[in-house]
């Protein structure tokens, strides 16, 4: 560490040496942190699958058993190679075989079921203002380029990177066998299908913001949006009526279906449904598919290299296998004495939240109240779950012996598993379910829910050790731990009860000075230079504050312990965050991810606290100091 930067710059000070030494993986777009607890993580699991396939006489649990014969699957690329586009053409000939809209009508729940693409799309979930039953939820579909704000006019890489995915298409065309100047037709109406989506969408910073998402309407309205789509039909064949009540998330692009799809753009629509379905299913099939289809993302990401072999048919299998690796995981690894400390720094910060909500000098006695009844039912949930989702059950492999290939196994899964979803429209949420694997090397806060969830693998160092001084930990996992508590603070997370419910529990005079804050924290990032662009302050402003209630919670507790070293506890801050990353994902990152580049979030949070200044003597000369009346406190 360069202690003669503390003052000038905490990221590089602390992350200057390693910045310099750090080499990012060819198949990765970016090293550090988190990423590096991932591969550490990915590799001990490999090791552990490849053991176990070794000798299964030793595995028990039947639930590995069929992760272990899907991984077999995975990793057979022989088999792979040698059935090529074979397992991807009957899905094609799907889409092709289509004539017209009544053609597509005829299968159209099915159609959904099965995964094939839509321009739209439907599931379940909490309703957001009765989150004790499951909602149907109306949403939209993707783009080929990573945001709406991409389509504007004069954007620098989005000719560029169409035109790598128009190439990319193509050559999966040939590997399907079509000749070039049908590929060609066909990837070029999709990607003008595609360009008359955009305008209709949201970008990221709209959907940034989760209020605009809940927009009921009757199952008699929606189905009305389209006069091309049996949409009642859709509806009815997926939860077996037509509800009262459908969560539309967009409803400015349901209103323009019938401009979007009709049939005139017919042909765009089945030419776009061909090039999603090519697309979308290349990583379950051969090598040179595998290849080939990952090259756009790499584009966009600036990895040189795919994923190695190994790595792949193994993410493939977890992924599938999610939950049951994760408490495989969880259970050998995480150990009891690792929960039972962190489940009590939780409560300690909890009661830190508690204490300065209690003490808070702007919210009103009415506000606070309901705060902290909020902050009291708050669902904690450390390690893995207690048990694995029903659904895992009906994962049954049909091996290659049997006739079952990776693709015809992957799809069959996938039904299974949206099958499921449908089954619990209108029926009681699960408060207990995770929606991350205890293999997961990261946490959250479910809004809906009321809930934060750590899982084990995120509890490790530099987040968490034992080995660590609690000063260390404070700044590490503490300060993860009070973020995800903030989340239900924060400018979304506000916006719901203690139940979950989207319910305005804020006087007015509350809520003004609460968005007088936000808008302080979005100043506070807004257009800060960083990769070559500017930060979108108000994309990230719901990160930035959990990080600010995070850290200055984190430093509380820190400061209750018997033994403090805030100058440590500052620098394990600087060292969860840091990361190298290839410019073409920071640029990435900028235009759609709602958290704020890694360094800044370790440089910008810790100007707002004076007990930074005091802990390293930052003055008006330095460049960490930021002057009283720009900080931002909130939390």
């Known amino acids: 560490m360069d202690k003669n930067l503390l003052k000038d710059d905490l990221y590089q000070a602390v992350n200057g040496e390693w910045l310099e030494t750090a080499e990012i993986p060819a198949d990765k777009p ?95 979930d909490a309703d957001m203002k009765n989150t004790q039953i499951n909602a149907l939820f109306a949403a939209t579909t993707g783009t080929i380029l990573p945001d709406k704000t991409y389509y504007e006019k004069d954007h620098p890489q989005a000719e560029q990177l169409l035109q790598m995915f128009k190439e990319m298409t193509l050559q999966l065309f040939a590997l399907a ?34 209020s605009k998402m809940y927009n009921p309407q009757t199952g008699t309205e929606f189905v009305k949006h389209s006069h091309h789509f049996d949409l009642e039909k859709l509806v009815t064949g997926l939860i077996g009526q037509l509800p009262e009540k459908i ?105 830190v939240y508690q204490d300065r909500l209690n003490n808070n000098a702007w919210l009103s006695p009415a506000t606070k109240e309901k705060a902290i009844l909020k902050l009291s039912t708050l ?71 009321n809930i934060i969830v750590f899982p084990a693998a995120i509890l490790q160092a530099p987040f968490y050790s034992l080995e660590q001084s609690a000063s260390q930990n404070f700044g590490g996992i503490g300060a993860v731990i009070a973020h995800e508590i903030s989340h239900a603070f924060d400018n979304n997370g506000a916006l719901f009860d203690e139940y979950g419910n989207m319910n305005n529990w804020w006087t007015e005079d509350d809520t003004t000075h609460f968005q007088q804050l936000a808008d302080d924290m979005i100043a506070q990032f807004d257009g800060l230079e960083i990769a070559g662009g500017k930060v979108n302050g108000k994309l990230t402003v719901s990160e930035n504050i959990a990080d600010a209630g995070g850290l200055s919670c984190a430093l509380e507790a820190t400061k209750k312990e018997a033994e403090v070293d805030l100058a440590a506890f500052f620098i394990n801050w600087a060292t969860i965050w840091r990361m190298k990353a290839r410019e073409e994902y920071s640029q990435l990152l900028l235009a759609v991810d709602v958290h704020a580049p890694n360094k800044l979030r370790a440089n910008v949070q810790v100007k707002n606290l004076p007990e930074f200044y005091d802990t390293f003597h930052v003055t008006e000369s330095d460049n960490m100091y930021l002057a009283p009346e720009k900080r931002v406190s909130i939390w």
Do not use: C
């Open 379 to 449: 669902g904690v949930h450390v390690g893995y779950p207690d048990s694995i989702p029903e659904i895992y059950q009906q994962f049954r492999v049909t091996t290659a012996e049997d006739g079952g290939t990776l693709l015809t196994n992957a799809l069959h899964f996938a039904k299974l598993v949206r099958l499921d979803n449908f089954s619990k429209w209108n029926q009681p949420v699960d408060r207990d379910e995770w929606e991350m694997s205890a293999s997961t090397v990261n946490a959250y806060y479910h809004p809906f829910r």
């Open 177 to 210: 066998g079509y000749d070039s100047q049908t590929a060609e037709k066909i990837t070029d109406q999709a990607i003008a299908f595609d360009k008359a989506l955009a305008p209709h969408l949201k970008s990221s910073e709209e959907n940034a913001d989760y």
């Open 247 to 351: 969560i539309v998330t967009e409803p400015e692009y349901f209103e323009a279906l019938d401009q979007i799809v009709n049939e005139e753009t017919f042909e765009k629509l089945k030419s776009w449904m061909l090039v999603m379905t090519l697309n979308a299913l290349t990583g379950y099939l051969s090598e040179e598919f595998r290849q080939i289809g990952g090259s756009y993302n790499r584009a966009l990401s600036g990895a040189e290299e795919a994923r190695p072999q190994e790595k792949a048919a193994y993410y493939l299998a977890s992924g599938r296998f999610d939950q049951v690796v994760g408490n495989y995981y969880g259970e050998k690894y995480f150990g009891a004495t690792a929960k039972a400390d962190v489940k009590k720094m939780v409560t300690t910060m909890i009661g």
């Open 30 to 124: 970016a090293t550090g942190g988190f990423i590096d607890l991932v591969d550490q993580i990915d590799d001990l699991l490999i090791n552990d699958t490849k053991e176990m396939v070794e000798k299964p006489e030793s595995v028990q649990d039947d639930l590995l058993k069929e992760y272990l014969a899907y991984y077999q699957l995975t990793k057979d690329f022989a088999k792979r190679d040698a059935d090529g586009a074979t397992p991807l053409l009957p899905l094609l000939k799907r889409v092709t075989d289509l004539r017209n809209f009544s053609d597509l009508n005829k299968q159209i729940d099915s159609w959904v079921l099965d995964g094939m693409p839509l321009p739209f799309g439907l599931e379940i």
